[in-house]
Each structure stands twice: as C-alpha cells, then as structure tokens.
C-alpha cells in the first residue's frame, strides 16, 4: 500500500482544476472578485477568461437573488466558517439560468494569503426533473380534490394509505381525523363481502369493477355506489385504488321508470280488457240489430276511452313536470270568475253535492288562469270523492296585498296521519284510496304547478273528521322567477 509521500507526490488540485469535465471550479479573493476559473467552467457557462476575470462573483447571480443578499452572505459565511454550501441558480452568459450545487472554501497559503475556492456542479437537469414531477404530483392531487367521486389508495393491509375530500364528506370527518376501513365498511350493507372483496383484490393483484353496495348515512338515508377497485404495483408496494361512483339517483330514476311501467299497466288495464269487451258485445248486437243495447255499449266504450286518455294525459303531464319543464301560461285575469268557474265544472258532474264558496274573491291576479283550475277542480274532486255520505264541501278564499289562498275542506274520511305527508308524492295512494278509481297523480300535478307559480301548497287531516287542503300563491307571478323548480 503507498505510503503518504506517495500520495503526496501527486498534484491533486491540478488534477482537478484542469481535467474534471462536471466540476466546474471559480478561484476568487475575499471580496468576490474572480481571479480564475476552470476549463469546465467556460464550457458550462459560456463565459471566457477575458469575460469574467476582475469581475465580482455577483455578476453570476440572479437580480432576485442578488437582492436577497446572497452573494455577500456566502462569502462571510466561508471567511467565518471556512466552508459553506450553496443551491441556487446561476446567469449563463447568454442570460439563461442554470440551478447548480456548490460549495466553497477557504484556503490559506504559506504566506497566510487566503483565497476561496468554489466548486460547482450543474444539477439542472436533475432540478428540472424534480420540479417536473413535484408539479405533476401537485396537478394529480388537484385533480384527485375536485373529483366527485369517493377515490382511496389502501395499502396491502387494507389501511387507508390516502383519500380524497369526497371520501372525508361521505364519512362526516374533517381535518387530519382518521378512518379506519373496518369502520368505513360497517356503514355497507354487505359489509363482509366487501372487505373479502378488497382483500383479496390486494392478495391476488386482480381488481373488480362495477359491483354495486348500499352505503348507509348517518341521518337515515341510502345511497347506491358503483364500487372498481384496481391494484396498483410499485417498486416499494402493492396498493388498491378504489373508486366509488355514487349511482343514487341513477338507481331511484330506474324504479320511478319500472313504477310508471307498472302503473301503466295496471291502471290501463281494466278500462281496456272493458273497451276490448264493449266491442265483442257491439258485434253481436250489430247481428241482432239490438239497437238499444248497442248504444249502451257505445257510452260503455266512450267512458272507457275518456278514462284511458285521462291517465294518458296525467302520465304525460307529471313525466313532463318531473323533468323539471313546467312553463306558466301567465295573464291578468278576474280570481272570483276563475273559481266561479271551477266551482260550477265540479258541481255539473255531482249536482247532489253543496259546493259552499266563503270570503272575497273579487280581485284580478297574474297568473296560469287553465292551470289554477285544474288545481282547485282536482281539490274539489277529491273531497267529493272521499266525502262518505257527507254532501257538503267548502271552498275558502282569502287574500292580502301580496297573495291570495284558497282552501277546500271537507267532512270525510280523512287521511290516516302517516300517510298525510306523501299525498303529494307522485304515485301515492292511501290503502282507503285504492277503492276510488285514479292513479296518484292529481295531488303531484297540483303541487308542481302551484310551485311553479312559486307558491306553496299544504293538507291536513284527521280520520273520520275530514280534510283540508290548501294552497298559496303570490297575486302577481309575473313578478317571480319562473325558471324550473327542482325535483321534489
């Protein structure tokens, strides 16, 4: 092994000063004024001997950096400490930027001279790939904040390795609060085949896609996810992405379509098995000339008709007003006349009923005049209809400078009061109502249309004493916004 005069026989600092190709070397006085720089130094920057001997240090430093102080507080640090260490960015000749790494150091010579010797590496390349990813991995996290759906990473242990705003919403945590994914899963119908599921996703590196679970919310409700999970590989360890699509209302819009199918269906069936009968009967009293019995038929048949086209028209109407589409025929028109006329169109088709107007309707309003009409013959059909062997029904008007309600009660059966908060519901029948011929969308029309002239509509019963049913709306909807109200 040499020994150290060996070693000391060797010119290490001419080595390095004169055939290094990545070390590139700047030798300066105290102050910062360049006395030498190295071959490598010129082919990295640019600059030539003339160009930069006698110059200050500072020249080679940004203008931001320069005001930062950064060239003098690098060369009092080396005069007190002997050494010091530097990461910035140095000017080019032709006035780019090159981030570099160097350190600098004090050296002394015999005579007690001392200059500083700085060494650079030009770390560009490596600088520029790390901002690349570092931005790259701020625009992933940007994109995983504002992504609506429910995203986990899960490590091999199923822990929660990472996970998105949405995730922290559906959980009701906030902060650095932490999950755990038992937890998480317990809120899952099926919460055992779902970690199973998981689990073996991350043992057998094979995913799943679009399986189907009932997530339960804290107050009571339900909502559907579609559930993919895929297993990510890396050099360090095997994670799971799971991601959870939120389906609910993809999932309640396919049962209100199998309902209204449903509905259809049996709704259109009774008038039509009778209309399909009327006409086999018509035949054969066409042959015996029966002409008496046919007209019968042909009434049978016309009442059937009218029913079928009633509940087509219904179905139409509430699929219509359900999408949101619901536009007002507004005009100015005499309120008192609008319910004079309602009142007499229900009182033609029951002449044994006492239809009983009270308070003061001579005043003039803006609004859907055919509509209104609709709503208050639906009320007055209704208490009729569930008017027992009581035949007297009241309607109520009242109205100040702003809005005007109407009421209509009767003394029937009334509605048992569970069911009194769904009679507005599309589709809703009472077991009591079941018996009377209709579909569950009269009271679902009225609503929507009393919404829309941004009014409010309400009911209130008690069984065997009657109901009421009302609704209120401003006397000039004119002056409202009439854009589509939401889905209720």
Known sequence: MPDKKTYAAFDYFEALYKKTKENTVIIMETDGTIVAVNSAFTECFG???????????????????????????????VQKKGQSNDNNY????????????????????????????????????????????????????????SIKDVVLVLDKELNIVMANPSFRDLCKKVGEEKVDIIEFLKNFVEENALYHELKNAVISLKGFTNKEAEFKIEDGTKRVFEISCNPIENSTETTVLVVMHDITVYKELEREREDIIGFITHELRNPLSNLMLSNDLMKEAVNGNEISFLKEMLERSENNVQRMNKMITGLYEATKVHSGYFPLDLSEFDFGGMVNEAIGTIQALHPSFKILKEGDADFTVVADRYRLIQVITNFLSNAIKYSGDKKEVNLIVTHDNTSVTVTVKDYGEGIPKAHLPHVFERFFRSEKARKIEGIGLGLYLCRRIIRSHKGRVGAESEENKGSVFYFTIPLNASVVDQKPTPHS
Do not use: C
């Open 47 to 77: 600059y030539q001997e003339k160009d930069i001997i006698g110059k200050n240090t500072a020249i080679l430093f940004t203008e931001e950096d320069r005001q930062k102080g950064m060239p003098k507080s690098e060369l009092d640090e």
């Open 90 to 145: 140095l000017v080019n000749k032709n006035q780019e930027i090159t981030w570099v790494s160097g350190e600098s150091i004090l050296v002394r010579n015999k005579q007690g001279g001392k200059i500083i010797l700085k060494i650079i590496q030009d770390i560009h390349k490596q600088k520029a790939s790390e901002n690349s990813i570092r931005e790259l991995n701020t625009f992933n996290e940007n994109i995983l904040q």
